[in-house]
RNA sequence: GCCCGGGUGGCGAAAUCGGUAGACGCGGGGGACUUAAAAUCCCCUCCUUCGGGGUGCGGGUUCGACUCCCGCCCCGGGCACCA
């Protein structure tokens, strides 16, 4: 019978799920390993393969180590508060809870359908109240901590000093000063708000919203933000210490984008008022002939003159009614708006007056929202003042003496400086710096720096996800829901959508929210992000409901050794999780400062579609395209490959996209499943290319896997009337030259696991199966039974069958690795190259122990090379030794 | 625009402390087995005017460059009025 995936497959994974398998314990007296998958949200599609591909991956991994010796956490669970879930609820009338966790019950049966080693007594969901009651634990330590920038650190509330001042104003004084230190806080921030949906938007649904003829406002609402700006240094310079891929670190870099500079104070001509402005080319303060403040600047208001409030107030008006996206279109062309505040500021250094603008191209959450505009070396404020025909003035030359038009372009390199009497002639890096002194001996400026990353606005206007355990006072104080009291659970709702006003769906549920003695409990919900922020450390310790972590069981497992998910998360949940965990850090109850070691991206699997060649659209404007079942491949005369649409005969292009449930180009493992088997669409999806790179998904490479497999089977089976049964092996290690591969695939397949080079892993398993046995040749015994072992991370299903078959009684997932024998791995010859004049010639066997100049004698016999040597006198000879010989003429 | 990553056969790729370019697989061609087909197995498969030429392009260093240096081009990703 040839090789039976489907019996194979299901026989082992019964086993490992009677015998729990891949259960992991706390053992001190054993080396940890954790493993992590980024948990998928649980969706109605399933799980596809581009999740397989990273599952995999950790499984080869998990599966090793615990070959290795290593106590192997490696769980799975379900990030599932969110959106989708909610919007199907609101559509079908299905609750949330309902559909989450038919979702999650597919996606926990195609994983153990791939045979991936998860310890599923440590599954964990988000949504569980088990589980969030300790999100909210966790929001209440972040909730009542402050940020003391001395020690660099978060520490509790109640250690926040309070000034004199404040104590003597009374209790109220003294909670309200609390309250704007702590790391969570309240604020009046501008969500997109569609009014008639009745729902907030993220900002990047904004444009498809307005597309489809929908109204969306930016309409300020109380929000809960959690303090992230104060760890920002802290998050840049311990990106340092990760083994992240590179491009992941700079993209964090970029996003917390420190900058240094200086912080200038301007007084208001008239008015007993400053704005403080921030620039990083504090040498350019000479040049800056008009101020700039963004249109929501505190002061604007104040300093407005009466002829020109009108025009102002139109442009502010005008500016909170634009999306951001609009802004962005606009500021891409270059387009340059502003109104005139009639104020006038004086220059801290000149006394000269010169006018405040305000423009929405200053943007109020960064540096201070306010600018000095240096047109001559700003390209922004060089367009402006075109725009608004504002003076320009050059205070920067080339170091070189060429001479620059300002009044055309702004010159924004470094060079020297000029018209400034502070710091005149000097270059610019010096120039900034003594400029900063200036001010400062002044007391009209300061060293500043400053940084991209905003705070974290934490609070949803949606009914799935965790209520924030906290609760209003009548008074308006803001007061923790008691640490017994957790979970605060969801209430039931059958109407999920948000009052008209925009109150959150919570809102609605009055027995919940109203408490007796007239307190109402926070209706806002936390963003999807925070259950994911922490669950690493939940796996560690899952069932506990005294901590969300015990420390001897964070101790052990934490941190994560090889954490693997898609770039997607760079940014959001990557930073987020760090920064919870820098905070569970400070005050003590983690013992890592960064909880993932080891991050790798995998890449996407891409499906295909076919597009005819003029790339026409449909009426509804959509690409005209077809999906693979509706094309035929055909060979041309010269063996090129065409398709062509079975129905129409037209000739169409292949166009590989990442895949989706729109596109239609998404590939079902389950299908893959019934066809080839879990170990084949494993060992393909590991052999496609290096993990961190995107693929196409190619049908006929998934035969060329499962026709592998079939040979693998076939090396170890034979067929009999009676069922197939084991061959007969040859005892011992065999041959000379079968030891001799065996070891070197044990040392290639090892190497190229600990690189996470899996495709190259593969292939040594293909060369071993090819070339190990002849009939000359039986397998050997210790061939087999390592080549078991080495295929187990890969396929685990067939290596397990092929384990049983040589006898052994017990899963071979905690068997030992082979190890590779380094007198094995040496071979007394060595294939030489010799090369003439850097050409390659010939190649011999010569022995390794040849001295160089055995070599080069040896290389000089050759025939090959007596013919284009022709005699000649080499001028010079390269050996290498174990490699080559070179005859230089 | 700025910042990252990457360009190697028809395709996925391998080889980078400089030392046989194209391992392994897909696709393609040929053969064996078979009454036949499927399955399986074996061989060939970068180009070539057979001298040689080839790792996006043009230079350079070197006995020797996919690998190092300089200057370009193209593709992918991220950010984007961040002062």
Redesign the pocket.
């Known amino acids: 019978m040839?090789y039976d995936h489907e019996a194979i497959e299901t026989r082992w994974q019964a086993y490992w799920e009677a015998h729990e398998t891949f259960r992991a314990d706390l053992d001190p007296s054993r080396p940890k390993f954790y493993v992590l998958d980024m948990f998928p949200y649980p969706s109605g599609d399933g799980l596809h393969v581009g999740h397989a591909e990273g599952y995999t991956a950790t499984d080869i991994v998990a599966r090793y180590k615990r070959m290795r010796g290593f106590n192997v956490l490696h769980p799975m669970g379900w990030d599932a508060f969110g959106l989708p879930a909610e919007r199907y609820a609101m559509k079908t009338g299905t609750h949330p809870a309902v559909q989450m966790e038919r979702c999650a019950a597919n996606f926990r049966r195609q994983c153990k359908r791939l045979g991936f080693s998860y310890d599923w007594s440590r599954e964990i969901n988000t949504t569980d109240p088990r589980y969030y009651k300790w999100t909210q634990w966790i929001f209440l330590k972040i909730w009542g901590s402050w940020f003391d920038p001395e020690q660099n650190k978060a520490r509790p509330i109640e250690e926040l000093p309070i000034p004199p001042e404040v104590r003597a104003k009374g209790e109220k004084a003294v909670r309200a000063y609390q309250d704007e230190h702590r790391l969570a806080y309240l604020t009046n921030a501008p969500v997109n708000w569609c009014p008639e949906l009745r729902i907030v938007l993220a900002n990047e649904e904004v444009a498809e919203y307005v597309e489809q003829g929908y109204e969306v406002v930016r309409k300020p609402m109380t929000q809960w933000m959690l303090r992230i700006t104060a760890y920002a240094e802290r998050l840049l310079a311990d990106l340092d210490e990760l083994d992240w891929p590179?491009?992941l670190i700079?993209?964090q870099r970029?996003?917390i984008?420190r900058?240094e500079?200086a912080e200038i104070d301007f007084s208001v001509d008239g008015h007993d008022a400053t704005i403080t402005?921030?620039?990083?080319?504090p040498d350019t303060l000479y040049g800056a002939t008009y101020m700039v403040l963004?249109p929501e600047h505190p002061l604007v208001a104040r300093i407005t003159t009466d002829d020109r409030r009108e025009e102002v107030r139109a442009y502010v008006d005008r500016t909170l009614h634009r999306t951001?996206r609009e802004?962005?279109a606009?500021?891409?062309e270059?387009?340059?708006?502003g109104a005139l505040t009639g104020a006038y500021a004086v220059h801290p250094l000149t006394g000269a007056k010169i006018p405040i603008w305000i423009?929405?191209?200053?943007?109020?959450?960064?540096?201070?929202?306010?600018?000095?505009a240096?047109p001559a070396h700003?390209?922004?404020d060089h367009?402006f003042a075109r725009t608004f025909r504002l003076p320009i003035v050059q205070v920067v030359a080339p170091a070189d003496g060429r001479a620059v038009d300002i009044e055309q372009e702004a010159f924004c390199e470094p060079g020297v400086a000029v018209n400034s009497p502070a710091i005149e002639g000097l270059p610019t890096a010096q120039a900034k710096a003594k400029m900063i002194e200036v001010l400062e001996e002044k007391g009209v400026g300061r060293r500043r720096v400053?940084y991209?990353l905003r705070d974290w606005l934490f609070s949803r206007q949606r009914y799935w996800g965790e209520p924030f355990p906290l609760i209003h006072r009548p008074d308006g104080t803001v007061e923790a829901v008691p640490e017994e009291e957790l979970p605060v659970t969801l209430p039931d709702l059958d109407d999920f959508s948000p009052s008209e006003t925009g109150e959150p769906p919570l809102a609605k549920a009055k027995d919940w929210v109203e408490l007796p003695d007239g307190s109402r409990r926070e209706t806002n919900t936390m963003p999807q992000w925070a259950g994911s922020c922490w669950y690493y450390l939940r796996y560690c310790d899952p069932r506990n409901d005294e901590r969300f972590v015990s420390p001897e069981a964070e101790r052990y497992w934490m941190p994560v050794d090889l954490y693997v998910g898609g770039?997607?998360h760079?940014?959001s949940h990557l930073l987020y999780s760090r920064f919870w965990h820098k905070v569970l850090y400070d005050l003590g109850y983690v013992s890592t400062n960064e909880p993932f070691r080891r991050l790798v991206n995998q890449g996407m699997i891409l499906g295909a579609t076919f597009v005819p060649k003029d790339r026409r659209r449909r009426a509804d404007g959509k690409p005209v395209q077809y999906l693979p079942h509706e094309v035929e491949r055909r060979?041309g005369e010269g063996?090129?490959?065409r398709y062509v649409v079975r129905e129409t005969g037209e000739e169409v292009e292949i166009q590989w996209d990442k895949m989706s449930k729109s596109r239609g180009n998404v590939v079902n493992p389950d299908e893959v499943v019934a066809e080839y088997g879990a170990d084949t669409l494993r060992v393909y999806e590991m052999?496609?290319?290096?993990l961190e790179?995107?693929?196409?998904w190619?049908t006929?490479?998934v035969?060329?896997?499962h026709?592998?497999l079939?040979?693998v089977y076939?090396l170890f089976f034979e067929e009999t009337p009676d069922g197939d049964r084991l061959r007969t092996l040859a005892e011992g290690e065999g041959t000379d030259r079968q030891r001799r591969l065996l070891h070197r695939t044990i040392a290639d397949v090892t190497e190229r696991i600990e690189k996470l080079?899996f495709?190259?892993a593969?292939?040594a398993l293909?060369?071993f199966v090819?070339d190990i046995a002849s009939e000359a040749e039986p397998l050997p015994r210790m061939a087999a039974d390592a080549f078991a072992r080495l295929l187990a991370p890969f396929a685990p299903h067939l290596a397990e069958e092929i384990w049983h078959a040589l006898g052994h009684a017990d899963s071979l997932a905690y068997a030992p690795w082979p190890e590779a024998d380094p007198a094995a791995l040496e071979a007394e010859t060595f294939?030489l190259?010799v090369?003439v004049?850097?050409?390659?010639r010939a190649?011999i066997q010569a022995p390794v122990d040849a001295t160089k100049e055995e070599l080069i004698e040896l290389a000089q016999k050759a025939p090959e090379v007596q013919r284009?040597l022709q005699g000649r006198t080499p001028r010079?000879v390269?050996v290498?030794p174990k490699?080559?010989v070179?005859f230089?003429l």
């Open positions: 040839p590179e491009n700079e993209m970029n996003w984008g900058s500079g402005v921030f620039t990083t080319r963004a951001e802004r962005q606009e500021s891409a270059g387009v340059k708006t423009a929405d191209y200053v943007l109020m959450g960064y540096g201070t929202g306010a600018i000095m240096v700003d390209e922004r367009a400053t991209k770039v997607e760079a940014v060979e063996g090129e490959v052999f496609m290319g290096p790179h995107s693929a196409p190619q006929e490479g035969a060329g896997i026709r592998f079939g040979r076939r080079a495709n190259t593969i292939s293909m060369v090819r294939p190259v090369q004049a850097g050409k390659r190649e284009h010079r390269v290498v490699r080559l070179n230089v």
